[in-house]
């Protein structure tokens, strides 16, 4: 079964951090682009993170630019978003996906990747 599960969401304070992980499995995510999307309620859909694993490239978007870190472990094939100086508003639903892409990964849109997850929730409140 070719798929993606995150986990690693949770409840976390203001300042608190959160490790989240994407797992494929039934393909490798050797050659192909990871990013990570979040949705808060009643707000669009934005992209939060992605990594190209054929040459390292990765992007942040500019509010968690210095808070999050996009790795890959191929041994593993996961990807990991570690997220730290976690806040209010970086509460949302957190999902991953992967796929081949011919440009910057910045600019995909989850519908254009083969593969997406689930979702974890992650909530940053007091």
């Known amino acids: 079964q070719l798929q993606l599960v995150e986990s690693g969401g949770g409840l976390v304070q203001p300042g608190g951090s959160l490790r989240l992980s994407c797992a494929a499995s039934?393909?490798?995510?050797?050659?192909?682009?990871v990013a990570w999307f979040r949705q808060a309620p009643g707000k669009e859909r934005e992209g939060v993170s992605c990594?190209?694993?054929?040459?390292?490239?990765?992007y942040y978007r500019d509010s968690v630019k210095g808070r999050f870190t996009i790795s890959i472990d191929n041994a593993k094939n996961t990807v990991s978003l570690q997220m730290d100086s976690l806040k209010p508003e970086d509460t949302a639903v957190y999902f991953c996906?992967?796929?081949?892409?011919?440009?910057?990964?910045?600019?995909?849109?989850?519908?254009?990747?083969?593969?997406r997850g689930q979702g974890t929730q992650v909530t940053v409140s007091s």
């Open positions: 996906a992967a796929g081949l892409i011919n440009y910057s990964c910045s600019i995909y849109q989850p519908y254009e990747y083969a593969y």
């Open positions: 039934g393909f490798t995510l050797e050659d192909l682009a």
């Open positions: 990594i190209s694993s054929s040459d390292g490239y990765t």
